[in-house]
């Protein structure tokens, strides 16, 4: 194989891999408001759970929305094109790395918890109870009304 061919398969090989075993760094697609994907590698975000994409919440006015859209949506806003950094914690029965998140030091897992957009997955973790506390009390998104928590 001519040198040039062989450089060319490893710098290809090479841009496909993640930055460390641990870390997946690039432009981030939302499938939903809790899962990513970077390079073809599906990322459940680490101690939250968000409305599923066809999800319903009701305001308090009773009226129904649909919360698990305007989630992935409000996601997909915050990210824009922009680089996302995703340290690895585990692999789950899915085969998705399950990660912590962030774009400009910002923490993308406590972003959504805290506007409201996800709740803290207290069965995994309970790094994001405070931030989920703060939006109950102020009212924002999932909690202007009443919702099916999304793991039931």
Request: contains cysteine.
């Amino acid at each position: 194989m001519p040198i040039l061919k062989i450089v060319a398969v490893l710098a290809l090989l090479l841009s496909a891999a993640p930055v460390t075993a641990n870390e997946l760094v690039g432009v981030a697609s939302v499938i939903d408001a809790d899962t990513l994907e970077i390079r073809g590698v599906r990322i459940r975000l680490h101690g939250i759970d968000a409305p599923e994409s066809r999800q319903l919440c009701r305001r308090s006015s009773d009226d129904e929305w649909r919360c698990g859209q305007q989630a992935a949506l409000a996601l997909a806003d915050r990210i824009g094109r922009r680089t996302v950094n995703c340290a690895v914690r585990d692999v789950d029965r899915y085969d998705r790395a399950i990660a912590i998140c962030t774009q400009d030091n910002q923490n993308l897992n406590r972003w959504l918890v805290s506007k409201g957009w996800a709740v803290a997955y207290r069965r995994y973790s309970r790094d994001y109870i405070g931030a989920e506390d703060q939006a109950r009390r102020a009212g924002r998104n999932i909690w202007s009304g009443r919702f099916v928590m999304p793991w039931d």
